[in-house]
């Protein structure tokens, strides 16, 4: 079966809390996965994000089972009505399923990334340290610079 234990999404929130389940067949064994994730509110502008994804893959004889953990912590900041800051952690941590989906962690891999985010009459800016997306900390800085000719944005 597919997503037995899930409980619904706290509405259509800016805080909202999620809990799933699925299991079923995968490789030569079973696959179940957890899924856990909340967003509380952290004051009057900011919001923090808690996440924890665990997977366990159950081989028959003589494979070894597979155990990996996901587990995320995020907090964004609106300083004014137009910037923002933000700051994401994770981690990866153990073995993947075999066949493995893509993901090249074996052990424990860990994530650091920041953003920063302005927006003006006719212009954007971004600045960004590391890369969300990665399995580890990507040692880059990206500054972006967006501008409109014409009308401001939103008209």
């Known amino acids: 079966t597919n997503n037995p234990g899930n409980f619904p999404n706290h509405g259509p ?7 799933s389940y699925n299991t079923g067949r995968y490789g030569a064994g079973r696959l ?8 509380i509110r952290v004051g009057n502008h900011g919001a923090l994000t808690l996440a924890l994804d665990d997977t366990a893959q159950w081989q028959p004889a003589p494979y070894s089972n ?21 700051v994401g952690l994770r981690r990866v941590l153990g073995d993947p399923p075999l066949p493995n989906g893509g993901g090249n962690c074996i052990g ?4 650091v990334s920041v953003a ?10 971004y600045l960004a340290y590391g890369n969300p997306n990665a399995l580890t900390t990507v040692p880059q800085m990206i500054f972006k610079a967006i501008f409109y000719a014409g009308a401001a944005k939103g008209t």
Do not use: M
């Not at 424990?108 to 994530?111: A, F, H, K, P, V």
């Open 13 to 19: 929130s800016a805080t909202p809390t999620q809990i």
């Open 116 to 125: 920063y985010h302005l927006r003006l009459r006719t212009s954007e800016l």
């Open 66 to 86: 597979n155990v990996q953990w996901f587990e995320s912590l995020s907090y964004a900041y609106q300083i004014g009505p137009n910037s923002s800051f933000a």
């Open 108 to 111: 424990t891999c860990s994530n």
């Open 32 to 39: 179940d996965t957890w899924f856990r994730t909340t967003t």
